[in-house]
């Protein structure tokens, strides 16, 4: 009995021999919104980690990560922006990869959640597209996923992992504050019923400012088309600040912005956290009665995109700052109480 005890005593001798540390953090970028990355990167003081990310000659993508991730806390930045389908398929492999390499835990950064607006089934035998992406990066092996301004709040719903659901209004209303507008003068406008909480949420960080709402009707029989019919609320003389998630052909916003002017509207500026601009969505603004349209860039912005009517605002130090207490085990959600 003597010499088992003894020989115990031996054994917690040699383990106190190890040195434990927290798992390292890891940086990694798709080639969705490099730019974006890199500046998320420098805002926490480090790199990004090298990866190898190349097509084959028929389109199907290899990758390899060029350094040890084995017991690491590991970021990856990728939002699904266009190409969608490229961005997302880049994004499930990369997470392949970094999970055989044994990772120790995987946090998917996707600012713009692509294929989001098809939260649920509007017809018949239409697919639910945001619950299909959530199963996919589960299944790839994500453990968190860190995302700006759902289309629909519901969508965390779909996850069976950890949602770090982050809002850019700070971002957004610290710029639109910046502009010498009156804060009596402003009037917040949902562009449709649906976005009224997310209105009503901004309309309250600009000094409870008043709501008004774009009555649209949306047609399901050719995509992108929307029809404006009325306004409701009290524009006359005011500043209006339309607010939305995704601004995408922009068809919708400046049909919006034209309704406002007709009805007694002083000045109109839009601002979305996701500028997608797609299609003839620059000219659209470019040609409209818009006096800015406000946008971050969660999703990157090439220099044919860059007019003067778009202003494009940074959400890396938001970001950063959400990454650093992801990793420390400080809450996220104090930051926009």
């Not at 990355?37 to 000659?57: C, K, M, V, W, Y």
């Not at 000045?267 to 971050?296: F, M, P, W």
Request: hydrophobic share 45%; with cysteine.
């Amino acid at each position: 009995m003597h010499k088992a005890v003894e020989k115990s005593h031996t054994v917690a001798e040699e383990n106190n021999k190890f040195h434990w540390s927290a798992p390292a953090v890891k940086l990694f970028s798709g080639r969705a919104n490099q730019p974006l990355a890199q500046e998320i990167a420098e805002h926490l003081g480090t790199r990004l980690g090298g990866i190898n990310i190349s097509p084959f000659s028929d389109g199907e993508l290899y990758v390899k990560v060029l350094e040890s991730v084995r017991g690491d806390d590991v970021f990856l930045i990728q939002p699904t922006s266009p190409p969608v389908n490229d961005s997302l398929m880049e994004l499930l492999i990369i997470i392949d990869a970094l999970k055989r390499a044994s990772a120790e835990r995987i946090t998917v950064v996707m600012p713009y959640f692509g294929y989001a607006r098809q939260d649920r089934k509007a017809s018949g035998r239409e697919p639910i597209t945001a619950k299909l992406i959530a199963d996919l990066l589960k299944t790839a092996g994500v453990h968190r996923v860190v995302t700006l301004d759902l289309h629909a709040s519901q969508i965390m719903g779909f996850f069976n992992t950890l949602v770090d659901h982050l809002f850019a209004s700070p971002v957004l209303v610290d710029y639109i504050k910046t502009l010498g507008i009156s804060l009596q003068d402003i009037v917040v406008v949902s562009p449709d019923v649906g976005g009224v909480s997310r209105a009503r949420a901004f309309a309250k960080r600009l000094n409870e400012a008043p709501l008004a709402i774009v009555d649209k009707r949306r047609s399901y029989v050719e995509k992108n088309s929307v029809e404006v019919f009325n306004i409701i609320g009290d524009v006359d003389g005011k500043v209006c600040l339309i607010v939305d998630d995704i601004v995408d052909t922009a068809g919708t916003m400046c049909k919006a912005a034209q309704l406002l002017l007709k009805h007694g509207a002083r000045e109109v500026y839009a601002c979305a956290t996701h500028g997608v601009l797609s299609g003839n969505g620059v000219e659209n603004v470019r040609d409209s009665v818009l006096k800015q349209l406000i946008v971050t860039n969660s999703i990157h912005l090439p220099e044919s995109k860059k007019i003067s009517k778009i202003k494009q605002l940074s959400a890396a130090p938001l970001l950063a700052e959400v990454i650093c207490r992801i990793h420390n085990g400080d809450t996220v959600s104090s930051m926009f109480e």
